[in-house]
């Protein structure tokens, strides 16, 4: 069911759905859906019949692929809101669009399985809202299933993630329903004394606000119901975490889910201001007044196959409606147009419905936009010309294949596709490898990937082969050295000339590259400069030693000498390629590989074995952790040529049991025999491309 009902901003909660996956948060978002009448019955993961998972690939893995906005409108006491949820996919392979769902909300609820407890993605997520500065509240669904011990989990939440973390509500008869601890301080619960739980959470509440904890110490009790805004204060600052009990099985404990977020969690008004930043980089505030200028920020982008590209935004700041004139960006870029928002709309999973007006807190989406991409920012001022969302943090993807069309005539509608998809996901890089004479699809996993090229098959119908890529290698420089080169050629008329003396610097790794231009008196005309810069870049591009792209490294051109007639473009842009190679050759060039961060989660009686493997693929065990279940989570460094079939390889240790994600942790120098190598390989290949 849909509603083009309009809600004030101080009526509206934002709320992203996020944690491990099969803890249960697309069955609890639709016991929210159903409890608060915007559907007749829950549906069903397991049948294809919810609302979030509407995609096929979804319906086939019974899993969410991608994040997915719903609402539903509840009443608690005399407060009628409307909840904005977005659910987001729970295993680490998806985790891009759970990510990518924090900018547009004021609180993430982060779902934990009673039967599964703290698990990797529970971890991450809490860390990255913490780091935007979100309130954090925590619900433990499945309460009503065997075998579970709550009093230890909450125990460990509480180890995990601090003595913030409060129930304020708790389970009985079994999880059959729950017992509200901030109004009540009596009531039978399965565990733990509603009274003691009632006053650990109003000493929380009252320590952020002198007035409240002055009138607690005075009379030694204080009305719940006063207690609004310094309970506002505390979930921002981050001095509560609260925790709700669930199950999304049953009901149980949903209706006292809804009533918390309408009574306690923020509205737009009062959450932590969002994290923009102007044109110098210094923060810029966002006011949540419909009557400002308008200021929305695009968190997913989704390329209907019907519909066409459509941008889902956040609304900041003023209102969007039909009539509402808005630029992608900056309105500074040279020719950019406005475009009419025609069809403002409202999201209810894969449905839409045409609203009046969208408000700060509304989340809205616009179609048929093609300049629209994944984190821009909308805006109606020139006022917002610059402001941008300041960027997320996300997994750097590692794990790629080389793809090649099947089909003869593919090769054009192979990049389209892949934009479009890349597009929607920000962990999903395309990578043109001019070298190898390559394409590289990069993502998170194997199942990452795998289900991008399901998604190629089943919606765009292309059909594409796969293979393992080259490693991502990297050069750079050990030491500074000085270049030379003039590059002179006569051939009857005008002829060419240019002579360049560079110094080559290296820099901090991570540093990337820097072009300095020290050139005095005019030896070299200053319109030339970028010619030598590009003759720079054109070995940077191709590498000196192994054929990988150089980092890492500072070019400084000091001196050099042109002719008045003979000195063009193309004889710099030759004379800076040769004095970089010249350069290249004194200072030590040496090859670095990429060290990915890995993280396995295993059971426990696999310690040994995972972590002698990983010894023998030239890794080092940084941690390790004990998780529920008799689990365990392994983290460590290890080179990510060295993880070639490692997953084949985890699944033979742990017998289908273990699982891993990895990011990217830095670039460091290979062995020598590595670089040896690597350097004799590069020199066979460019001299079969001589030969043929």
Not at 303 to 324: A, C, L, M, S, W
Not at 481 to 499: L, N
């Amino acid at each position: 069911m849909l509603t083009n009902h309009r809600f004030a901003t101080e009526a509206l909660r934002t709320v992203a759905v996020v944690g491990h996956g099969a803890a249960g948060k697309t069955t609890l978002v639709e016991q929210l859906l159903a409890k608060s009448g915007m559907i007749g019955a829950a549906g069903s993961v397991e049948r294809g019949t919810t609302v979030s998972d509407h995609d096929p690939q979804e319906k086939a893995v019974l899993h969410s692929l991608r994040a997915s906005v719903v609402h539903c409108d509840h009443a608690a006491g005399s407060v009628n809101a409307r909840i904005h949820l977005i659910d987001t996919p729970g295993y680490p392979d998806f985790i891009g669009q759970a990510i990518g769902a924090l900018d547009a909300v004021e609180t993430v609820m982060v779902v934990v399985s009673a039967t599964g407890g703290i698990e990797l993605v529970t971890r991450r997520m809490m860390d990255w809202a913490r780091r935007r500065n979100l309130c954090r509240m925590i619900v433990v669904n499945k309460i009503d299933h065997d075998n579970i011990r709550l009093p230890q989990l909450l125990a460990e939440l509480r180890e995990a993630f601090g003595a913030e973390v409060l129930p304020i509500n708790l389970p009985a008869d079994g999880g059959a329903r729950v017992i509200d601890c901030f109004d009540k301080d009596s009531g039978a619960a399965d565990f733990l004394s509603v009274a003691e739980v009632h006053r650990q959470v109003m000493e929380q509440v009252v320590e952020v606000d002198d007035a409240a904890m002055e009138k607690y110490l005075e009379e030694g009790a204080v009305d719940p119901t006063t207690l609004h805004g310094p309970l506002e204060k505390a979930l921002r600052e981050g001095h509560l975490i609260p925790v709700c009990f669930v199950s999304a099985r049953t009901g149980a404990g949903v209706q006292d889910l809804l009533d918390v977020m309408v009574r306690h969690l923020p509205n737009p008004a009062e959450g932590n201001p969002p994290l923009f930043v102007g044109r110098d980089g210094a923060p810029f505030k966002a006011e949540p007044d419909p009557r400002k200028h308008v200021l929305a920020h695009v968190f997913k982008v989704v390329n209907d196959p019907y519909v066409g590209k459509i941008g889902i935004f956040r609304v900041h700041q003023g209102t969007i409606t039909r009539d509402t004139q808005l630029y992608v960006g900056s309105r500074g870029d040279e020719g950019k147009k406005p475009f009419k928002v025609a069809h403002p709309l409202a999201l209810q999973g894969k449905d839409t419905v045409e609203v009046p007006a969208l408000v700060p807190g509304d989340i809205g989406a616009v179609a048929k936009v093609e300049e629209i991409e994944f984190d821009c920012v909308l805006h109606d001022s020139h006022d917002e010309d610059y402001v941008r969302m300041a960027p997320l943090e996300f997994p750097q993807p590692m794990f790629g294949l080389a793809i090649e069309p099947r089909r003869r005539g593919d090769e054009g509608r192979i990049s389209e596709v892949m934009a479009k998809i890349a597009a929607e996901d920000p962990t999903l890089v395309i990578e043109h490898d001019t070298v190898q004479n390559e394409t590289v699809l990069r993502g998170l996993s194997e199942l990452h990937l795998r289900s991008v090229l399901e998604r190629m098959s089943t919606q765009y119908k292309l059909e594409v082969t796969t293979r393992p890529p080259r490693v991502p290698y990297r050069e750079t420089i050990a030491a500074a050295a000085e270049g030379h080169a003039r590059h002179k050629k006569q051939t009857g008329g005008a002829g060419q000339f240019g002579e360049v003396f560079l110094r080559v610097e290296p820099l901090p790794r991570g540093a990337g590259f820097e072009f300095v231009d020290q050139v005095k008196g005019g030896v070299i005309p200053h319109n030339l400069i970028p010619a030598v810069e590009k003759g720079v870049r054109e070995v940077l591009a191709t590498g000196h030693i192994a054929g990988f792209a150089l980092q890492d490294l500072r070019v400084v051109v000091h001196d050099g000498k042109h002719h008045p007639v003979d000195s063009k473009e193309i004889a710099f842009v030759s004379a800076g390629r040769k004095a970089m190679l010249d350069a290249l050759e004194k200072a030590r060039p040496t090859v670095l590989e990429p060290i990915v961060r890995i993280e396995i989660v295993t059971p426990d009686a696999h310690m040994g074995d995972i972590t002698g493997d990983l010894s023998s693929r030239r890794g080092q065990v940084t941690g390790t952790g004990n998780l529920a279940g008799n689990l365990m989570v392994v983290q460590g460094i290890v080179p990510l040529a060295e993880l070639d079939g490692y997953a084949g390889r985890l699944k033979a240790i742990t017998q289908g049991h273990g699982s891993y994600a990895m990011e990217l942790a830095h670039y460091e120098a290979v062995p020598p025999a590595v670089q040896q190598q690597l350097a004799q390989d590069y020199k066979a290949r460019r001299k079969v491309d001589v030969d043929e």
